[in-house]
């Protein structure tokens, strides 16, 4: 499992190369995401995610903790995993700053 930034996860998106799973509730999600994010939300994830084996997903929750869990859960079946070290706090707290 790889660790990224939320500036590299600002840049991820942008790409939009990458399968972002925001694993926080849908009332969260609704409030605000990542752009091209789709909401997976802990209670409803079965352990299986969309897209080819070899393509890395890149995970976040809140601050970080539920993503790493389940990132090192998935990459026990295989899949490339990035979490994001912070979460979606670090990630929102870097557009409330104006650096994103």
Known sequence: METISAKELERYAREGKYLIIDLRSSVEFRQGH?????????????????????????????????????????????????????????YRGRAVSGTL
């Open 34 to 90: 990542v752009p091209g994010a789709v909401n997976v939300p802990h209670g409803q994830f079965r352990g299986m995610l969309p897209g080819r084996p070899g393509e890395p997903v890149i995970l976040y929750c809140d601050r970080g903790a539920l993503s790493m869990a389940v990132a090192r859960e998935l990459e026990q079946k295989g899949r490339r995993t990035m979490s994001v070290v912070g979460g979606y706090m670090a």
